[in-house]
């Protein structure tokens, strides 16, 4: 098996050109160079470069071992890149939980920065709302949450309010009746089914006036909604991506209704660098 260090002199003989060229660039010395990309050749029994000109070229079997080469070099170098942050104590795997009511554009782009600078870690996405996210980062299952804005939380977990809001409003598929009415009320709204979520963990924490289909999913709560099962409560951003046109908004006094969100993570199983990193981009 090559070294790295044959395996790199190969390499950079090969794009920079010359034996002397890919010397410089490494700081070694020419014959050291050549010397490696020979003892290659002979393990690998194979011609890599076409000596017959005044610079070497690649021969057509020094093409493809190029591109093998190039991918184990690449490979190596995230497999120590990897090994240096584990040493250091970052997570093996990060697990965010996070609530369809708004679509972050600080989230977003914080990922983009998370894949470049952690490019090997696992990170596992939840989607969850309510006391269901609240349950994941107290068992440990998610390292953090990002969950419409509470009045209280439990005292083993941390909240931060994030720099971004979102719009809840009452949506109906537009054959419903409620769209026939001039105006609408709470008292028209209770005369027809609420579609409302529901969390897993606390189904009946609050109990609803007349008919009621519930849900742990706004995406199911919008399905319902335009199947014409009832009226919900929907985040806007929700609607105006996925609804396809086919729900109304109500104009009913109080909503639509500003949500916030707040970061969550837990004092007990607190997250580590990786995720310690990304909840800093999104407090920024």
């Not at 190039?70 to 942050?85: D, F, G, K, V, Y």
């Not at 009511?101 to 894949?115: H, K």
């Not at 994941?136 to 994030?162: C, I, M, N, W």
């Not at 720099?163 to 769209?179: C, G, N, Q």
Request: aromatic letters at 8%.
């Amino acid at each position: 098996m090559a070294s790295q260090e044959v395996l790199l002199a190969f390499v950079e003989a090969a794009t920079q050109g010359s034996f002397s060229a890919a010397a410089r660039k490494l700081g070694r010395s020419q014959s050291t160079v050549s010397a490696a990309v020979a003892s290659l050749e002979i393990d690998l029994d194979l011609i890599l470069f076409d000596r017959s000109s005044r610079k070497p070229t690649l021969t057509p079997a020094g093409h493809v071992m190029l591109q093998r080469a190039e991918a184990i070099l690449a490979a190596t170098s995230r497999l120590e890149m990897t090994a240096r942050q584990l040493a250091q104590g970052v997570e093996p795997k990060l697990t965010v939980a996070i609530s369809d009511t708004y679509q972050s554009a600080r989230f977003e782009a914080a990922l983009v920065g998370f894949e470049q600078r952690y490019p090997d870690l696992e990170l596992e996405c939840l989607i969850a709302e309510c006391d269901d996210l609240i349950e994941l980062v107290q068992r440990g299952r998610a390292h953090l949450a990002f969950a419409e804005k509470q009045g209280s939380y439990p005292a083993d977990l941390v909240a931060a309010t994030v720099a971004e809001r979102t719009d809840i409003a009452l949506f109906v598929s537009r054959e419903h009746p409620l769209t026939r009415l001039e105006q609408v009320d709470q008292a028209s709204l209770e005369q027809h089914r609420e579609l409302r979520l529901a969390t897993i963990v606390n189904p009946y924490d609050s109990r609803a006036k007349g008919r009621v289909w519930s849900a742990p999913s706004y995406l199911m709560l919008m399905e319902m909604a335009e199947m014409g099962f009832g009226w919900a409560p929907l985040p806007r951003w929700l609607v105006a991506r996925f609804g396809n046109g086919s729900l109304v908004e109500l104009t009913v006094r109080g909503w639509p209704r500003p949500v916030y969100v707040d970061a969550l993570w837990s004092r007990i199983h607190p997250p580590g660098p990786a995720g310690s990193w990304l909840l800093s981009k999104m407090l920024e």
